[in-house]
């Protein structure tokens, strides 16, 4: 017999599986005989098939089965003990494919052990069909993972212990069973064995069908985590939910997760025998009818109907007959089932399961979408559910469930899936779609309109029937211990409405005082309404359930927890947050008629959201039961702020012994293992919620003392941890909440302590976000330096860990603003565009990169979009769709690219097309609508429509602009016919639908022999368009038949082009004045009346928008000013934004002017977003003329000697001088007008500058004062350059197409150069000197002939030595070696250097392509030995090719100070790296990260100079972890 210690071992896990009513799902129908697998599809291993060349007769085959084996009781007892033994294995192993194997022979054996005694006996044949499926899945599993070895799921082998050790318990009974035949058992004793075994095997098969269920979802998502980018998807979707109390896909046992067990409905009850006999009858005719075509069965009623019950029924007996494809239950317990972007991949697993045959196909297609990038919805249905199923063999239908759409989040997901089944349902004819839901409109208009649909007239609950017969056979099977005429009052009572008859049956049977519960069901009154029918029960169960009447607050603080949680929580989590005298678990128990109670470390769900509803109510229906929402949170968020004090610490892992070298969080192994196991489900749900819920409540004094007292003290701690868990987000949103609350509630006095504290909190996160989530560790280090030094918050943090502090020294420093700032972007952004409804704005920037933001927490909204196409400026085309539920953007390259606003994900793959394109949104679909040549063509690019090319009729009309009306019923298309001598503009009104011209107009261009973009502009109502001509028209045409009704001609002699803006509350429409742009011209959409000129702002208008209720405008002006005026008067009225903007220049307003976003010339790349509902105010004085606003510093030049650094202005272009040793500006002479170049010398004895008008001056270095000056004859001009010879003797100019050495000890200009006029086109004209041999004997330069020139100093040879280089001789830079005779290096575009010989010609010795194009200085070493350039090196000597130099430190040559202190330094992707030892070293603020690093980041050997916005210099020491790095 089996040991007994396993068998209590095992026992045990049983039960614990057993509590997750997994019995309901796999339930078999005993009235129904189970259809055996034919013996053509039936699976045989290899060692049980006939040999070749022998009968396969069945007789003879049993025969010789039975005299291969001649088993006995013993036998088949000592096989069970081997799978135990296999058992044991399993739960020491540490990977899956070695139990698994032994799993497959093992269970070759079993099969072949029952078959032997148990050959003629039909019950235990079907077993051992149902093993031989198990074994043919067990052997594909096994095949995929040696295909694709790694590290195995804990949860799959504890599965797959339960299903052997289930597996052994049948073998014991198959034992029992061969003793029961015993020829010496009487017959009686035979029979009562028989049929004891029948039932025993029935039971175990039904736990064993149960255990292979939870295996084979376990092995199925295991295998599916293998495949890349489905593993990165699961991952992506782990991090996001870290905030859960259990991991996504096992329990603390290694079960199934709670995550697949709510998506494929294993929580859900079945219907009772005998009810809903009505609504199956009919399901089942047309799954079984062929006359039922309909591919589609909807079955849509009010909510707690049973609709889930139904589904989850006919997905069971469906999974019995294996008829069953796949399902999934939408849910809102899940982040997973309220959306469908896991839907595929749930469904074509399940389908893999359910049909074996299938699984080589789902899996393949699995790997191949993994490799494509975005792949959309209607795609992945095809790919992974509709043709696997196409391909199945066999006769009849198999059917997919989709339970409870409506409980998906995204009205334009749900529209989405259901129009591609609808599309491709068709190709599959034996696939068949079982869906539930409400009869929510958006999925009613899909729906019945839809030929392929069925079942959308059938009705759950029946009000007019009062015998409610399904609620009466559930009652009677119930509630069979209570009498009749009791079973007919609650019958009565529930009006049809299962939810109320499933609650009193739960909570009479949990309840030991039934006669009291019937006593107040039977006094609810039959003709109340069923809310109220509700109500008292709800009332009753309370009361039922508060036995002692001193406990009433315990309880209730029990449930105000269950009731508030942002997401369900266990009995022991609420038990940690609560005191340790109140008993959860109990409270639980006694409520279970509404609660989903089970295991204490499980969640705990309300069972229907009428009783939240309920509790949350008012006092007159919850009568002493009601919940506070506000109180309830406060509580919770004092529970939660003292978890958090207790549990926060330093470096809460301590994943590093480092104080300064500190890792990235990928570095970190096993983060993921690390944060669950060190922190409690309670401590992770505070981290996440705890500011949410003090947001949530009415914010007394005593609380925000809390709050400001655990943000003083544990707020750098708890972002550790949060980055740590890959949750910041959570972070932001939660402050945003508590800050927008805080400023709500106190108005004027916002600027208290506790209300900075928290402001300060929320702009540390929203300024270094992408730091933090990169590294942890980066919180009390580089983030925590760039703080302001005065803050609350934050002087003490910084106090507190000086010893972690960067070694910086700067005199910048850090100011923040009320308002909140939006860093991310690297270049000067160009556009700002709210949403519809405010709550999202898209930044973009002259790089080409895209930011969505969430305006109300500032966080980032999905990763940002950097356009990689070519050129030096990016014009991305963004818009919103009309309820800004979508945007869309094209490049420069013309790729297509639609996503979500709530989470900035793609809707389709990007879509390259050619032509000119217009991504165009209206009210139920998104297309873009491309321009090629004289034709357009319209592509659908949410549901994959066939593009539809349109013909304009005119072949030589070459369309430039195309324009829609909100109707979607015109488009105006405007173009030329190519002829620059036309100067004309012709625009022509189009029907869309029929492509029917209707309208064309000619305008004549200004001055401009080519075609000129126009503002085309319809009305909300699309009754009217404005044509906006830039320089001189505004015409106002009529917009269904394009009659022309007004006509303004309005000259601009800077051919600037109008904007018109129509109100959409209002007949007016406004647009700027072209003659003055001062002013805005008011007037009446109907007929083009001029209704007013608003008039009062003193530099140009930027923007302008009319409010909500269409009778202000507000105008926003480059002279920092925010007006608004009446419309109707003209007159000015109260602002909405007091005060100065500050230097604005690009800027956005919302549509209820909530919002104002903008930006400055001193933070082009951040946004600044004021809330005007807050009572934001601007600057209290005018800062034009301050120069420190520009964003235009740069770096001119830096003296290696006494470390010092030339930064020039933005504003007018001088330039400062910068001590980078104690970061003081210095008091230095320098030219007032706009510097071009500064150098210094290589003795720190001499500074030089040029000026754009060609003035050289030249500086003492000690006392900062004139020493000369010279003069080159030219014009006016900001291009050139200057340097020092190597000793310092002489000074080479090139400006302006000229060039001049000047001896600076004699004076003298020197020969050498040849001159030529400046600006002449010819084609040796010089362009840029580069460099000074060391003995001062020769000169490199590039002209612009596309050659290189070394020229002797004080020759009259003109020529000199030349060789071609080729283009772009702007961007060529050169040095020489030391040993000047032999060699020259040249840097051509950042990416490619060339080493020339020097002798009686340039002769080319070697080539080197740099990975990317990465500007930089090119040095050698003192000896000539090394070259280096940037962060890379190479031996010059030794070798041609080139050798590369490695090592932890660089060659010993460049360690030295003075000119050859190279730097191997270098910034990417916001790092500064070090090229010795190859790593990471510091990350870079986000403000002050720069598209072109160029003019911003100089490095003098372990330093990196940055420039602030402000022109002020940061000087970061790394010597100091570079010191640490090469100790390791």
């Not at 004027?748 to 928290?758: A, H, K, L, R």
């Not at 002087?795 to 308002?819: F, G, K, L």
């Not at 805005?1080 to 959409?1085: D, G, L, S, T, V």
């Not at 080159?1272 to 400006?1295: C, N």
């Amino acid at each position: 017999m089996i040991n007994r210690a396993k068998k209590k071992h095992w026992v045990w896990i049983r039960r614990q599986l057993a509590d997750f009513s997994m019995k309901a799902i796999f339930k078999r129908n005993r009235n129904k005989k189970q259809k055996k697998i034919s013996e053509s599809s039936s699976y045989v291993p290899s060692e049980l098939q006939p040999v070749p060349g022998t009968s396969t007769n069945d007789d003879t085959t049993q025969q010789t089965l039975r005299a291969q084996s001649s088993k006995t009781y013993k036998d088949v007892s000592e096989l069970s003990e081997q799978f135990l033994g296999i058992v044991k294995e399993i739960s020491e192993a540490n990977d899956l494919l070695s139990p698994l194997k032994s799993a497959c022979a093992l269970m070759i054996r079993g099969i072949q052990t029952i078959r032997n005694v148990h050959q003629n006996r039909s019950n235990w044949m079907d077993l051992c069909d149902e093993l031989e499926g198990h074994l043919q899945q067990l052997e594909i599993h096994r095949s995929e993972l040696q295909e694709r070895p790694g590290d195995e799921s804990n949860s799959c082998l504890k599965a797959l212990g339960y299903y052997l050790s289930t597996t052994a318990d049948l073998i014991e009974i198959a034992a029992k069973a061969s003793e029961g035949d015993n020829k010496a058992l009487s017959s009686i004793k035979r029979a009562g064995m028989a049929q004891m075994e029948k039932g025993e095997l029935d039971r175990h098969r039904e736990r064993m069908e149960t255990a292979w269920q939870l295996y084979s979802i376990e092995m199925k998502r295991l295998i599916a985590l293998k495949v890349n980018d489905v593993g990165d998807q699961v991952e992506a979707y782990e991090k996001a939910d870290t905030t859960t109390m259990s991991a996504r896909n096992t329990d603390d046992d290694g079960t199934v997760g709670p995550e697949s067990k709510i998506a494929y409905g294993y929580r859900v009850d079945l219907c009772e025998e005998g009810t809903r006999i009505e609504i199956l009858d009919a399901m089942r005719n047309w799954a079984t009818n062929s006359e039922f075509t309909r591919q589609i069965f909807w079955l849509n009623d009010a909510a707690g109907t049973g609709k889930s019950t139904i589904a989850a029924t006919m997905a069971n007996e469906w999974s019995i007959d294996k008829r069953l494809a796949g399902r999934f239950f939408f849910s809102p317990n899940s982040r997973v089932t309220q959306t469908t972007k896991e839907f595929c991949l749930f469904v074509a697993n399940d389908i893999a399961r359910h049909q074996p045959s299938l699984a080589h196909t789902i899996y393949g297609e699995i790997k191949s979408i993994s490799s494509e990038q975005h792949v959309w919805f209607d795609v992945k249905l095809q790919r992974l559910i509709i043709d696997p199923v196409g391909k199945l063999e066999g006769d009849g239908y198999v059917f997919i469930v989709v339970d409870a759409l409506d409980n998906c989040v995204l009205s334009e997901e749900r529209v989405g899936l259901l129009n591609s089944f609808i599309r491709h349902l068709p190709s599959a004819p034996r696939l068949k779609l079982l869906l539930t839901s409400r009869p929510v409109q958006d999925i009613a208009d899909v729906l019945i309109s839809s030929p392929l649909v069925h079942g959308s007239d059938l009705q759950l609950l029946n009000i007019r029937n009062s015998h409610h017969p399904d609620v009466a056979l559930y009652v009677e099977k119930r509630l069979r211990s209570i009498s009749s005429d009791d079973r007919a009052m609650i019958i009565a009572r529930s009006g049809g409405l299962f939810l109320y008859a499933a609650t009193v049956c739960r909570m009479l049977e949990r309840t030991r005082h039934r006669t009291d519960i019937l006593k107040i069901i039977s006094d609810i009154g039959v003709n109340d309404k069923l809310e109220r029918r509700m109500d008292m029960l709800y009332l009753s169960i309370l009361k039922q359930a508060l036995i002692d009447r001193d406990a009433g607050d315990m309880m209730m603080s029990v449930l105000s927890m269950i009731i508030v949680a942002y997401q369900p929580l266990s009995s022991n989590t609420i038990g940690r947050f609560l005191p340790g005298n109140i008993y959860v678990e109990d409270f639980v128990q006694d409520l279970g008629s509404v609660l989903k109670d089970g295991h204490p470390d499980r969640p705990i769900k309300v069972l229907h959201p009428t009783f939240r509803e309920f509790i949350l109510s008012n006092e007159d229906r919850a009568n002493g039961f009601l919940l506070h929402s506000a109180q309830s949170a406060a509580e919770m968020a004092y529970a939660c702020i003292s978890t958090l004090e207790h549990m926060l610490e330093d470096d809460l892992f301590h994943p590093v012994k480092s104080s300064r070298l500190l890792p990235r969080n990928e570095d970190i192994k096993d983060v993921d293992r690390l944060v669950h196991k060190s922190t409690t489900a309670a401590e992770q749900y505070a981290s996440v919620f705890w500011a949410h819920h003090v947001a949530a409540s009415e914010i007394s004094q005593d609380l925000l003392s809390r709050v400001t007292t655990f943000l003083s003290r544990k707020y750098l701690n708890w972002v550790e941890f949060m980055s740590w868990r890959g949750s910041i987000g959570w972070c932001i949103e939660g402050l945003s909440r508590l800050r927008r609350t805080i400023t709500n509630l106190m108005g004027s006095s916002n600027n208290t302590q506790g209300s900075v504290i928290v402001r300060h909190a929320h702009q540390f996160l929203v300024q270094h976000q992408s730091m933090i989530i990169d590294s942890a560790l980066q919180t009390y280090c580089m983030a925590l330096f760039f703080t302001p030094p005065e803050s609350p918050l934050f002087a003490e943090y910084r106090e507190r860990y000086r010893d972690r502090q960067p070694d910086i020294i700067t005199s910048s420093s850090v100011e923040w603003e009320d308002h909140v700032v939006l860093g991310g972007h690297s270049e000067a952004i160009d556009q700002l565009i709210f949403s519809p409804d405010g709550s999202r704005l898209i930044s973009t920037d002259l790089n080409g990169r895209l930011q969505l933001w969430d305006t109300v927490t500032g966080g980032t909204v999905g990763k940002p979009f950097d356009d990689t196409s070519h050129g030096s400026y990016h014009d991305l085309r963004c818009t919103f769709s009309r309820i800004g539920d979508r945007f869309g953007f094209i490049t420069q390259r013309k790729e297509v690219h639609i996503r979500y606003s709530i989470n900035g994900e793609p809707i389709i793959p990007s879509t390259q097309l050619r032509g000119i394109c217009y991504p165009i949104f209206s009210s139920t679909v998104s297309f873009i609508l491309v321009a090629k040549g004289s034709s357009i063509l319209r592509r659908d690019v949410i549901y994959g429509r066939e593009a539809q090319l349109l013909g304009t009729g005119a072949d030589n009309f070459s369309v430039h602009q195309i324009f829609i009306s909100p109707n979607d019923k015109m488009i105006v298309c405007a173009g030329d016919f190519g002829d620059k001598h036309d100067e004309v503009n012709h625009a022509t009104l189009w029907e869309l639908d029929t492509f029917r011209p209707v309208a064309s107009y000619s305008i004549s261009r200004l001055s401009s022999s080519y075609y000129v973009d126009m503002n085309i502009v319809f009305s909300p109502d699309s009754s009217r368009f404005v044509i906006c001509q830039p320089g001189c028209t505004f015409l106002l045409c009529e917009g269904q038949t394009g009659k022309q009704i007004s006509l303004s001609q309005e000259f601009s002699s800077f051919g600037r082009i109008g904007t018109a803006i129509f109100c959409p509350y209002s007949q007016y429409f406004a647009y700027t004045d072209l003659s003055n742009s001062l002013s805005i011209i008011i007037r009446e959409q109907k007929s083009g009346r001029w209704i007013a000129t608003l008039k009062g702002h003193t530099q140009s208008i930027i923007h302008y928008s009319f409010s909500s209720d269409g009778r202000r405008l507000a105008s926003i002006s480059y002279d920092q000013t925010v007006r608004v005026w009446d419309i109707e008067t003209g007159a000015a009225s109260e602002t909405i934004f007091p005060g100065f903007t500050g230097d604005i220049r690009v800027c956005g307003l919302s549509f209820d002017w909530d919002q104002l976003a903008s930006t400055s010339a001193a933070n082009g790349h951040q946004v600044h977003l004021y809330s005007l509902k807050g009572g934001a105010v601007g600057r209290s004085d005018v800062e034009l003329d301050d120069i420190t606003i520009t964003s235009d510093h740069v770096i001119l030049g830096t003296a290696f000697v006494d470390a010092r650094i030339a930064v020039r202005s933005g504003l007018n272009g001088g330039a400062q001088l910068w001590d980078t040793a104690t970061g003081v500006q210095l008091e230095c002479v320098f030219p007032r007008e706009y510097v071009v170049d500064v150098a210094f010398s290589p003795n720190g004895k001499l500074i030089a500058a040029l000026t754009e008008t060609s003035d050289i001056w030249v500086l003492n270095a000690a006392t900062l004062k004139v020493s000369q000056s010279f003069e080159m004859t030219g014009v006016r001009h900001r291009g050139g350059g200057l340097f020092f010879s190597p000793d310092s003797d002489l000074l080479a100019v090139y400006h302006a197409g000229a060039a001049r050495i000047w001896n600076l000890r004699t004076q003298n200009r020197l020969a050498g150069i040849p001159r030529s006029s400046p600006y002449t086109n010819i084609e040796n004209e010089l362009i840029k000197l580069c460099t000074i041999s060391p003995d001062n004997a020769r000169i490199a330069g590039v002209d612009k002939g596309d050659k290189l020139h070394v020229w002797k100093i004080g020759s009259e040879n003109k020529a000199g030595l030349q060789t071609t280089i080729g283009r772009y001789y702007s961007q060529i830079s050169a040095k020489f070696s030391p040993m000047e005779q032999y060699l020259l290096a040249v840097v051509k575009l950042s990416s490619e250097i060339t080493l020339w010989r020097i002798g009686e010609e340039l002769q080319l010795l070697t080539k080197i392509t740099l990975p990317d194009s990465i500007p930089g200085r090119i040095s050698f070493s003192s000896d000539g030995t090394y070259m280096a350039y940037e962060s890379f090196c190479w031996d010059i000597v030794t070798a041609i090719p080139l050798l590369a130099y490695s090592g932890q430190s660089p060659p010993p040559f460049f360690n030295s100070t003075g000119l050859q202190a190279h730097s191997f330094l270098r910034y990417e992707d916001g790092w500064i790296y070090s090229a010795f030892p190859p790593r990471r070293l510091l990350p870079i603020p986000a403000e002050l990260q720069k598209s072109n690093f160029t003019n911003y980041w100089h490095t003098f050997h372990e330093q990196a100079i940055l420039i602030d916005s402000r022109g002020k210099p940061i000087v970061i020491d790394c010597s100091s972890v570079l010191a640490e790095a090469r100790q390791k």
